[in-house]
């Protein structure tokens, strides 16, 4: 009958929307496992916070590094595991984050259930609808470690070469000083502010026996140089100096040549003396052989 066909009709819509919702769900269900899988395969994964900022969702690699429960690091109990100097900075930096709407970029560290602190960049980005309206936040944290490591072996390095006693100093290829460690002040008197800018050989008056033009030329083709060179102080006193020249090409930026050089008039000075020394005892063996022959 109509009536039943009606009915019928019915039916169908309801299982329709039925299989509509199960395959939604199932599909859902599937593109979760693959956020999961995508999330976890990051070192210490992504994480998903509310529109108020409070975390809803942690991957389990971070639950892993930290030994947090599923029921701890809901809302900021995550906060917990970061070290006491960060902390509140921390804490801080994401409250004006959430209350700004901004792109959320930090760098912190956590105890990790090994007893070590961790060092982790967090970066998050905020979710909108289609008004515009922020409904959520997602980010990532990421392994730093190797990072950061090579960050403070650069500085230790930095710092080191900023105190030996040796002069090191940059210029550009073509250009004048970019850098002046601790040691060229105290070999040549010239501070930072007078090398500042200026070409090295119009500064120290370098002079070598053949000219100095030919160390551009072998930096250009080897990339290094190394070699005695005679400078000017401040003061006017001319040193010898044994200098090393590492030509740094960047694609970003223009070559730069590092210099390392290290005073070696004292020993010049005492070579100088031995070899007038040796002369003046072949002179006198000669002058003696000469006396000899005459008697």
């Known amino acids: 009958s109509e009536h039943d066909l009606r009915l019928l009709d019915l039916y169908l819509v309801h299982a329709t929307d039925t299989i509509e919702r199960i395959r939604t769900v ?19 994964g992504i994480w998903i916070a509310n529109s108020r900022g409070h975390n809803i969702y942690l991957s389990d690699s971070f639950c892993a590094l930290t030994g947090l429960k599923q029921a701890e690091w809901g809302n900021s109990g995550w ?8 902390a509140e900075p921390t804490r801080l930096s994401w409250e004006e984050c ?19 602190w961790h060092p ?14 922020i409904t959520g936040w997602v980010g990532i944290n990421l392994d730093i470690g190797n990072r950061v490591r090579t960050r403070e072996l650069a500085r230790r390095q930095a710092q080191m070469l900023e105190e030996t006693h040796d002069a090191i100093f940059q210029w550009q290829f073509d250009g004048g000083m970019i850098n ?10 010239f501070t930072r502010v007078d090398a500042q800018g200026r070409a090295p050989r119009e500064l120290l008056q370098t ?40 030509l740094w090409r960047n694609p970003d930026s223009p ?13 010049k000075a005492a070579e100088e003396a031995l070899r007038e020394s040796e002369r003046k005892l072949r002179d006198q063996a000669q002058e003696l052989g000469q006396q000899l022959i005459a008697s």
């Open 26 to 44: 199932e599909e859902l269900r599937q593109s979760e496992q693959l956020y999961r899988g995508i999330g976890d395969s990051i070192p210490y």
């Open 79 to 86: 906060m917990r595991t970061l070290h006491p100097d960060d």
């Open 98 to 116: 959430v209350r700004t709407g901004g792109v959320w970029e930090r760098e912190y560290r956590v105890k990790g259930v090994d007893g070590e």
């Open 120 to 133: 982790i960049l967090a970066r998050g980005m905020p979710v909108r609808d289609g008004a515009g309206k």
């Open 180 to 189: 002046w460690n601790r040691g060229a002040p105290r070999l040549y008197g």
């Open 207 to 246: 002079r070598r026996e053949g000219g100095v033009q030919g160390i551009k030329q072998i930096l250009q083709r080897e990339g290094l140089w190394n070699g005695e060179l005679r400078h000017r102080t401040k003061d006017g006193r001319e040193i010898v100096v044994d200098s090393r020249m590492v």
């Open 255 to 267: 070559p730069i040549v590092i210099a390392a050089n290290r005073d070696i008039s004292d020993r």
